[in-house]
C-alpha cells in the first residue's frame, strides 16, 4: 500500500496515527459521547491496521478557540476495497466532545473524500452510520453524502446487548 500521506485543511491536519497518540486516542474513544458508537478497541488499536485501512490522527492545525496547535482531538479512517470490478471505499471517524459541533467532523469528512476520490480515483465512496446517530448522519449530510436505505439490524450494540439499524450513505462524485 502507497505511504499514508499528511492531508491538511484550515483548521487541522491529518497524521497517520503513531505510537504516541496511542494513549490519547484511547482516552477520547472511551469517553461516553464516542464510546456509544465506537465498540470497544481491541488489543493493538489502533496501529493494528489490516489491509486497505489507513489511521489518520486529527490534530488542530490553526483553531485557537478549539485547541493548541498540534493538540489531538481524535482519529479518522478510510478503507479500500481491492476488487477491481467495484468501486469500494469508505470514511469512519470520531471526535473529542470538546471540539464537536464547530464543523471540525465536516472538514476532516470533506477532506478524506476529497483525497479518496481526487488522489485515490475513487467514484464512490460509502458511509453506513448508526441509523440513530444523528450528529453523525447531519455531518454526513453536511459533506454531500445522501442516504441509500436502512441496513436492519446491520450493526452490534456497543454494549453487546443486541443489534440496530444502520443507515447506508453515499457520495458519487458524477453526480
Ligand atoms: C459525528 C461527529 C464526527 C461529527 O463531528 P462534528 O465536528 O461535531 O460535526 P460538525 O460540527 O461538522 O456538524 C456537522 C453537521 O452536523 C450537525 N450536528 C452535529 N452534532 C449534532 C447532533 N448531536 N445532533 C444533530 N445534529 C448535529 C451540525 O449542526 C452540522 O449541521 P449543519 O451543517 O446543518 O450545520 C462527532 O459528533 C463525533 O465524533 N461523534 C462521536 C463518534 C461518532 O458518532 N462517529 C461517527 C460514527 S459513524
Known amino acids: 500500500m ?3 500521506p499528511v ?3 484550515a483548521r487541522t491536519r491529518l497524521r497517520p496515527v503513531a505510537p504516541d497518540d496511542v494513549a490519547t486516542l484511547c482516552a477520547i474513544r472511551a469517553t461516553p459521547a464516542v464510546a456509544r458508537w465506537w465498540h470497544p478497541p481491541g488489543g493493538g488499536w489502533p496501529l493494528d491496521v489490516s489491509p486497505g485501512v489507513r489511521r489518520w ?3 488542530i492545525a490553526h483553531a485557537p478557540d478549539l485547541g493548541a496547535v498540534g493538540a489531538v482531538v481524535g482519529l479518522v479512517e478510510a478503507h479500500e476495497g481491492d476488487d477491481p470490478e467495484y468501486d469500494e471505499c469508505g470514511i469512519d471517524l470520531f471526535l473529542a466532545p470538546s471540539v464537536h459541533r464547530h464543523g471540525l467532523g465536516t472538514e476532516v469528512v ?3 473524500r476529497d483525497w479518496l476520490v481526487d488522489e485515490r ?3 464512490l465512496v460509502q458511509i453506513d452510520p448508526a441509523a440513530g446517530n444523528d450528529a453523525a448522519i ?3 449530510r453536511a459533506c454531500g453524502f ?5 441496513l436492519h439490524g446491520r450493526e452490534r450494540d456497543t454494549d453487546g446487548a443486541g443489534w440496530h439499524d ?3 450513505m453515499s457520495y458519487c462524485s458524477w453526480l
Open 7 to 9: 492531508l491538511v485543511s
Open 121 to 123: 480515483g475513487h467514484h
Open 138 to 140: 447531519a455531518c454526513y
Open 146 to 150: 445522501t442516504p441509500v436505505g436502512v
Open 57 to 59: 490522527t486529527v490534530e
Open 166 to 168: 444502520t443507515l447506508l
Open 110 to 112: 470533506t477532506m478524506v
Open 2 to 4: 502507497d505511504p499514508t
